[in-house]
């Protein structure tokens, strides 16, 4: 109603009279553009410029003795007093030392308004000397202006959406500001207890002196050392000095020219200076014990001073503070009086309060009371303040808060016997309740109110949530889809502070929603980013397994070096056809696949590696856990994930297959995601109601928001994209050689014999060539090639075969063909039948 009233007040008589009464100095212009010395302004005066800074005063005050006077309408008069009624309270803003600020930034004329939050009074009443006004402070703190009437009208209705209870933004302040009042009372209680030995120690001395005792007669007196010099040096009572006199000195003699034993003071003792009869003396801690507290006459030449920074732990001045604050002076009695009484019932008390419900019964309700229209009018009792107390008696009762997310039940307590969760568990984040704080109408006109829920707490920040599931290492945990956010309308508002930012509605998690394991949590920027890990889903993992768990590989790297090298060219950039032309080609790194995943994957395998062998020597065991600088490089290195230049790309793209670089994005895109904090935060959680607490007569209904979690700690999405894409791109290459030799020929009803079949079978055979240097006299004279055989098995089964004998079957032209079809081939312009090569490609030798 004040943002409606507000946006047509500049237009009433009232508010126009107003901005007229602002003219008075500046005209439109900002109110500090024209405040000129007097020099100009008797100038101005003198030429009929511009009227005196007086003259405008005076103008001014007529205007404001006849503002609202007799001579006014009625229409101005009802105007004046709904202008009286919403604004009841004159209020001005002085600025003692004058406006140091740029004239430009004062308000104009039509700029009356500041917006504040918060109640206005900052002080008590008063009165300035000689003031007709009673005054008090005004709370400037939280304001925001200067405004014309219409812009002080928008600001307003923002403030009230942003603030109206369904955007959670009031119930997480109210939380806050009550919890930090709480506190102040807490200090309180805990302050009294903290200083009641000290108390208690004072009245057992008041009574132990009749009541004559006063703190201040028992301080230790002011400190008057007295001073010795030898017209160079001064020393002072409590100076410490070391000994500097080669071979030491003595300070008692048994008999003339004889130090008695134990009181030679060698060179570098310290001592303490202590100033006797108008003598130079000092007391050593390294002489005989019953001789270290008397002090001896001493030589200045012996000694030296030692610098101020040489201090003992604790010296005179450290035990003065010890007993100024009564430490030193605390009883036993008094003790032990604090300990066996106060401290015990105490925590008796704490025990008692905490976690429990305390009332005040207000007054006694009428029997023909009807209760409905009496709880239309009533609230509910503040579940949050019990948490308030259990953190209030912490210091006595040990009560620790739990984190959010920290403690997980297995999920048949949460969701029941729901089949497909039987190995999850639930991990609560949150506890929200409906129309928190209080409800909300939508519509005012039907009287539509609006369906949301408010955290009873505030909750973690999404990164510092993530965190906390984070380190729940082997875990994955289930995750709406966007697509499936969408279907159920689960949707994240965390961008919009002034929207809704909770349904009132169930959300349950479905076994089609698919597992992800948290890679990395950005930091607490709005826009940071958490990158997933994404797994399958609970209905594919319960069904079909070995589509979700990576096989596994029969010859395994045999050193950390070897499996990060493999990984490493396995993540780097390959080429990517950009369009129909020959050099229409870039180069695609899968930048999912960030450093940490990376970091993760080396230590997993590292750890499979330090358990493989347990008979391994220490030596080699080092050897095969270690990892070289230029390995990380291109595993971590921001290389990889630049745009490659021209010789780069040219170099890929001739030992790539065609579909390569779409694999790689593929496989990237099933196997990593990322998203916001919040997004990422919102899509794992899950809401179910718990119904209402009962304690009131209409208490709100209340939701519980959860994670569901789930083991799975031999997934490892770096370690899996980098095996994936490995062996794809060999299974594609294999696909191609095949197509390269037998391209032309054809199955049973036409297909085409590679391309044409849905599954490809093919055999493959490792190999090696022998070749033999042509220096005969060297000692190892030969060396190897290994590679592997690939052959097209057209259906029939060919493990462990010999390679037969290539041969014509037929006329060697015509009608013959080069036997056996899927190992042989015609060679040559006479049509020699010869073994095809081990691997038919140009950069093999085929």
């Not at 140091?100 to 500041?114: I, L, N, T, W």
């Not at 030491?248 to 060179?267: A, I, L, T």
């Not at 349950?508 to 930091?523: A, I, Q, S």
């Not at 519980?704 to 999405?717: K, L, M, N």
Request: glycine residues 8%; positive net charge.
């Amino acid at each position: 109603e004040l943002a409606k009233w507000l946006g047509r007040a500049a237009q009433t008589p009232v508010g126009k009279s107003l901005t007229e009464l602002d003219k008075t100095f500046c005209g439109d212009k900002p109110m500090n553009s024209c405040n000129r010395d007097d020099l100009l302004s008797k100038i101005a005066a003198w030429f009929g410029n511009e009227p005196s800074k007086e003259t405008k005063f005076e103008k001014l005050k007529e205007k404001l003795q006849d503002f609202g006077g007799a001579a006014k309408t009625e229409k101005f008069k009802e105007d004046f007093k709904d202008w009286k009624k919403r604004l009841p309270y004159h209020s001005f803003i002085g600025k003692p030392k004058g406006w140091e600020a740029d004239h430009k930034k004062s308000p104009s004329s039509a700029q009356r308004f500041v917006v504040c939050f918060g109640k206005r009074v900052a002080s008590e009443l008063h009165r300035r000397p000689n003031g007709q006004h009673i005054l008090t402070d005004q709370n400037n703190i939280g304001c925001h202006g200067w405004w014309t009437a219409e812009e002080a009208s928008k600001q307003i209705d923002r403030m009230v959406k942003l603030w109206a209870p369904p955007t959670c933004q009031l119930a997480t302040m109210t939380y806050t500001m009550k919890k930090e009042i709480m506190a102040k009372f807490q200090e309180m209680n805990e302050r009294l207890f903290d200083s009641m030995p000290s108390m208690i120690n004072d009245e057992l001395m008041e009574e132990e002196l009749d009541g004559e005792f006063n703190h201040e007669d028992h301080l230790p007196k002011p400190f008057a050392p007295k001073e010795w010099t030898d017209g160079s040096r001064v020393f002072v009572d409590g100076m410490r000095v070391q000994a500097v006199k080669k071979g030491g000195f003595c300070v008692r003699e048994d008999e003339p020219g004889h130090c008695q034993r134990g009181f030679m003071v060698k060179e570098d003792w310290i001592g303490v200076v202590e100033v006797v009869a108008g003598k130079l003396q000092a007391k050593f801690s390294g002489l005989p014990e019953d001789a270290r507290e008397t002090s001896f006459e001493i030589k200045p030449s012996e000694v030296r001073i030692v610098p101020h920074g040489w201090k003992a732990k604790k010296g005179f001045h450290g035990h003065v503070k010890d007993l100024v604050a009564g430490i030193g002076k605390i009883h036993d009695k008094a003790k032990a009086i604090f300990d066996s009484f106060f401290s015990k019932r105490q925590n008796n008390l704490a025990e008692l309060m905490s976690g429990s419900v305390s009332k005040w019964a207000v007054c006694p309700i009428k029997q023909d009371a009807n209760f409905s229209a009496l709880d239309e009018n009533l609230g509910v009792e503040d579940a949050a303040f019990q948490d308030f107390q259990l953190d209030a008696y912490k210091k006595w009762t040990g009560f620790e808060k739990a984190i959010p997310g920290e403690k997980c039940v297995d999920s048949a307590e949460i969701l029941g016997s729901v089949p497909g969760f039987e190995k999850t568990q639930v991990c609560e984040i949150n506890e929200l309740h409906a129309d928190h704080v209080e409800k909300y109408t939508k519509n005012e006109s039907s009287g539509e109110l609006e369906n949301f829920v408010c955290p009873l707490r505030p909750p973690l920040p999404a990164d510092e949530q993530l965190a906390v599931l984070m380190k729940k290492k082997g875990t994955c945990f289930l995750r709406m889809t966007g697509t499936q956010q969408q279907q159920y309308s689960w949707h994240y508002q965390g961008r919009f502070p002034a929207r809704k930012q909770n349904d009132r509605k169930e959300n349950l998690p479905k076994t089609d929603y698919e597992l992800v394991r948290l890679m990395k949590v950005g930091g607490n920027e709005l826009e940071s980013q958490t990158n997933i890990g994404r797994f399958c889903s609970l209905q594919e993992l319960s069904q079909s397994p070995r589509f979700c768990v990576l096989p596994k590989v029969h010859n395994e790297w045999s050193s950390l070096e070897d499996f990060a090298s493999s990984m490493a060219d396995s993540i780097a950039a390959v080429a990517v056809k950009t369009g129909p032309g020959k050099d229409d080609v870039d180069a695609m790194a899968p930048l999912g696949l960030g450093a940490t995943a990376m970091s993760d994957a080396i230590s997993s395998y590292q750890g499979k590696l330090e358990q493989k062998e347990k008979t391994w020597k220490e030596k080699a065991k080092k050897v095969s856990i270690a990892l070289g600088e230029k390995t990380w490089d291109k595993l971590r290195g921001a290389g990889r994930l630049a745009r490659s230049t021209a010789y780069y790309i040219k170099d890929k793209i001739k030992g790539e297959v065609a579909s390569a670089g779409r694999m790689s994005a593929e496989l990237e895109q099933r196997l990593f995601g990322s998203d916001i904090n919040g997004e990422v935060l919102h899509s794992l959680s899950f809401q179910r109601s718990i119904g209402a607490n009962a304690q009131s007569s209409n208490a709100k209904e209340r939701f519980q928001r959860y994670v569901v979690s789930y083991p799975c700690p031999d997934f490892d999405p770096a370690f899996e994209y980098a095996v994936r894409t490995r062996w794809g791109r060999i299974a594609l290459r294999m696909v191609r050689e095949a197509f390269h030799i037998h391209k032309h020929k054809t199955i049973a009803g036409g297909g085409m014999a590679i391309l044409g079949k849905r599954n490809l079978h093919l055999a493959v055979r490792g190999d090696a060539l022998r070749f033999q240097k042509e220096n005969k006299e060297a000692k190892d004279n030969t060396f190897f090639m290994t590679g592997a055989s690939m052959l097209w098995k057209n259906g029939v089964e060919i493990r462990g075969e010999k390679m037969d004998k290539c041969e014509w079957t037929g006329p060697v032209h015509g009608t013959g063909s080069c036997q056996p079809e899927g190992r042989c081939m015609v060679k040559g312009f006479l049509g020699s039948c010869v073994p095809k090569p081990w691997w038919d490609s140009p950069q093999k030798g085929g």
